[in-house]
């Protein structure tokens, strides 16, 4: 019976630890339980944070390309009237002036002293010629504003202009092929193709050491192809991306503001090739009208 009692006494001692061990071990685990709700709470709400973060952060690129793309419309419209102003205005007046100084220079021939008309004459030959170079000036000064072709022809004839141009400024041989219609594009893609353009051409003449410029112009299913490809020296790797390239980036701007692609990419000694796709989606308005 001794034996029985001793054994029953260990059962319940037993039985004793067990439960305490039971109730320290949901203790730990309620501590524990509770410590990883905490730190799923400071997660989720880390996440939510991030997410918050990265909303604000499109957003606020969004609203940048907004006033980017509100930006490149109002600096367009103050060059086509700053062209206009120029054409209408300052050009007419030194053509007026120009009449002024034939007329005096007709004037002045008459008889009289010879010696004082010669220098008068001469003095008047030199004006007509300050003049004659005013005229130019401002003629290209308001064609680099904006190219009146553009607006009256359209971008296909204003990119056949440009490369004909380019060609005779600079002595590079330059070819345009586009499409015998103009492509179904609004004026503000019109405007960033013929920009691009003119980036593009620019940096040829200035880095390329190009003898030759190939422009393409192509209307494809849903987008329009635009490549200038020249066989110049190529682009440096790390010029292809980099932010102080300021003409790269507005070029690549003007593009993803139409929620288009812009491309560059070219060969050691061997070319440069930029390439820009805009969705035609986003163009339905046929205008034939585009620093």
Partial sequence: MAGIHIDSTDRKQAALELE???QQLEVL???RTQQLEEKNELLQAEIFGRNQIEKELRMSREQLRTLASRLLTAREEERIGIAREIHDVLAQELTRLKFDLSWLQRRVTQPGN?????LLLERIFGMGQVVDTAIRSVQKIATDLRPAVLDSLGLCAAIEWMA?????????ICRANVPREEPPIDRNAA????RILQESLTNVLRHADADSVDILLQQEEDHLLFIVRDNGKGIAPGSINNPLSIGLTGMRERALLLGGRFTIHGQ???CTVIEVRLPLSNHKDVTGEMS
């Fill in 20 to 22: 305490s061990y039971r």
């Fill in 29 to 31: 685990v309620r501590e």
């Fill in 114 to 118: 010879k010696l004082e008309t010669e």
């Fill in 164 to 172: 004909r141009d380019f060609q005779t400024r600079s002595g590079i």
């Fill in 191 to 194: 405007t960033a193709i013929f």
């Fill in 268 to 270: 050691a000694g061997i």
